[in-house]
């Protein structure tokens, strides 16, 4: 079975710095779709990025920057110059091929970023 | 802009008694998910169905059922509410397979259940 972990609960930082998310996934499976998502404060999921098993490049986009290590089952999530509006419940999940598949979601993190 | 809506942000309900969810999107996405999110334990995936008509339980079938007779429509139901059952619970859609390539789910608010 897969399993997502995201052993940091809750991160706060101020305004400016950088922030490092760490996602740690378990599958036996060599294709898979890696995912995060964003939950503000308002409640509804914002889905951020998707990678699959394949595709090893680093991703960048805007402040937020992905990093995908098969190596070490690690897809970390970076966000440079943190702002206010980032603070959210962060959510890593991933996701089998085939028939019926399904998204396994870590915990989350939750991050506050203060002025 | 895909969107899916929820019937209700917030509802209360007594024990004992049927409550519907209802999830719309306007997307005409194949794919429709419901999960719970309860505090510590992250989301857990209740049903889904991948068709009309076709559904498949998920972690935490018990105390749910659901049922999808249009595409754009999926409905969740607790055939006797209880006080476990109050959470926040999330509709989502997505694509079908294609192929062996996974599509992102798209979520809706969510409806704040309390049972009382």
């Known amino acids: 079975a897969q399993k997502v972990t995201q052993a940091q609960t809750e991160i706060s930082v101020v305004e400016k710095e950088d922030v490092t998310l760490d996602c740690v996934y378990e599958t036996r499976d060599t294709t898979y779709y890696l995912f995060w998502y964003k939950q503000p404060p308002s409640g509804e999921l914002v889905f951020l990025i998707r990678?699959?098993?394949?595709?090893?490049q680093n991703e960048i986009s805007g402040r937020y920057s992905w990093n995908f290590q098969k190596s070490t089952s690690s897809f970390n999530f970076t966000i440079t110059a943190s702002q206010v509006v980032d603070s959210a419940v962060y959510f890593c999940?991933?996701?089998?091929?085939?028939?019926?598949?399904?998204?396994?979601f870590g915990k989350g993190i939750t991050l506050s970023v203060r002025p | 802009d895909v969107k899916v809506t929820q019937s209700s942000r917030y509802l209360v309900k007594r024990t004992g008694e049927k409550v519907f969810l209802e999830c719309v999107q306007d997307?005409?996405?194949?794919?429709m998910f419901w999960y719970r999110q309860d505090p510590g334990l992250g989301l857990r995936l209740i049903y889904f169905?991948?068709?009309?008509?076709?559904?498949e339980k998920g972690d935490i079938p018990e105390g749910y059922s659901v049922s999808r007779e249009k595409k754009e429509r999926f409905s969740l139901i607790l055939e006797s509410a209880s006080t476990n059952q109050t959470s926040m619970y999330l509709c989502?859609?997505?694509?079908?397979?294609?192929?062996?390539?996974?599509?992102?789910?798209?979520f809706g608010p969510g409806t704040r259940l309390t049972v009382t």
């Open positions: 999940a991933l996701s089998l091929t085939g028939a019926n598949s399904k998204l396994t």
């Open positions: 169905s991948y068709d009309v008509k076709m559904k």
């Open positions: 990678r699959n098993s394949f595709d090893e």
């Open positions: 989502a859609s997505s694509l079908g397979l294609d192929g062996i390539v996974v599509y992102e789910q798209y």
């Open positions: 997307m005409d996405h194949e794919n």
